[in-house]
């Protein structure tokens, strides 16, 4: 899915997954006009980040964690499964009206959009490939992306606390 943040005062919103800055738009038409005659190989998703263990409740999560920009951008785009308790934790900097899409992504997704202390703030159901922005309610640091339904199927809501390193808790 593609991580988009916007902060409610200072400004536009900032896409951070599926857009093409102009070096790599010019390097992708070096690429073409350079063919080397097969086709091309569609994007690897990201596989080697680090991993941190989340819980909620008595459920265990493995989150793969995207905290740069060029991870962030990139999230879970291109993957073709997660596993059941498998998901991606997306850290940024400071606070802020975090939205995400789904550009090249092939598996449906909810976000949970997570307050400092793991707060769920809110819940966003996505579906594969919809550019539809899905925002927090409130500003975060934090979106945990899991498969789509996780939540519901544990009876975890908005105001459910998630625990785990990143929100200073064990």
Known sequence: PAARSRDRLSG???CYRGAATPMTAVTAVAALLAGTGSAAQPP???RDLPRVTL???MHRIDAQVAATPAQRATGLMWQRELG???GML???DAPAVQCFWMKNTFIPLTAAFLADDGRIVNLADMRPHDETNH???EPVRF???MPRGWFAQRGIG???RLAGAPFGTR
């Open 12 to 14: 536009p919103l900032r």
């Open 44 to 46: 690897e998703p990201q």
């Open 55 to 57: 819980r909620a409740g």
């Open 84 to 86: 059941p308790n498998e």
């Open 90 to 92: 997306f850290v940024f």
């Open 135 to 137: 925002c927090s309610g």
């Open 143 to 145: 979106v945990l992306e």
């Open 158 to 160: 908005a105001g459910f």
